[in-house]
């Protein structure tokens, strides 16, 4: 009985682990300082998300090939309650970089679903009417790139003088106002 009791336990507490974001283990997220890890990710078909990001042809790109100087990623999950939540606010953040002449251009924002598939990627883009490119990361590849960070989790890279991209801010979780996390972004990075 007290065999069956303590798995059940640990059943449970993994199950907690799985539905709630933690980590199973201890990770390294990312941090500031850190190199962003080499992510490949598939090159979106529209050409409006390719000029975007500055990509020509192939079937595959690197994110240091974003043509941009600064570089925000958010981790997201469709299924995440707080990555609907903050839809609209990573959303005016957007809106707020693509109409400030001094920043469009140089500070680009895309999503990567953690354990999403294209069609739900997909879902989620058309369902919170997110205008920058989400990609799917279906076998978890790039979130343990990351250090399994739960979502939403924004990963804000600045482009070194050899292309590589370096982390100068990493924000777990949400943000409460749009135009004070840009302002954040915008003195950490020294644009």
């Avoid at 907690?16 to 990710?41: M, N």
Wanted: contains cysteine; glycine residues 8%; positive net charge.
């Amino acid at each position: 009985m007290m065999k069956k009791t303590m798995m059940f336990v640990a059943v449970l507490a993994v199950w907690l682990c799985v539905l709630t974001g933690a980590p199973l283990a201890a990770e390294k997220q990312l941090a500031s300082g850190d190199a962003l890890p080499v992510i490949k990710l598939p090159v979106p078909q529209t050409p409006a998300a390719k000029s975007y990001l500055g990509l020509t042809g192939g079937e595959s790109f690197a994110v240091s090939q974003i043509k941009t100087e600064v570089l925000i990623i958010e981790i997201f999950n469709m299924y995440c309650s707080n990555c609907q939540r903050e839809a609209p606010r990573v959303n005016e953040l957007y809106r707020l970089i693509s109409k400030d002449t001094n920043l469009k251009g140089k500070i680009k924002m895309m999503g990567i679903g953690a354990g999403n598939t294209p069609l739900e990627v997909e879902v989620f883009r058309k369902n919170y009417q997110v205008l920058f490119s989400l990609f799917p990361d279906e076998d978890y590849a790039v979130h343990k790139s990351v250090g399994e960070v739960r979502t939403p989790f924004f990963i804000c890279a600045k482009r070194n003088a050899d292309g590589s991209l370096k982390v100068f801010h990493t924000n777990k979780g949400g943000f409460p106002d749009a135009a004070q996390f840009l302002k954040e972004i915008v003195t950490s990075s020294g644009l």
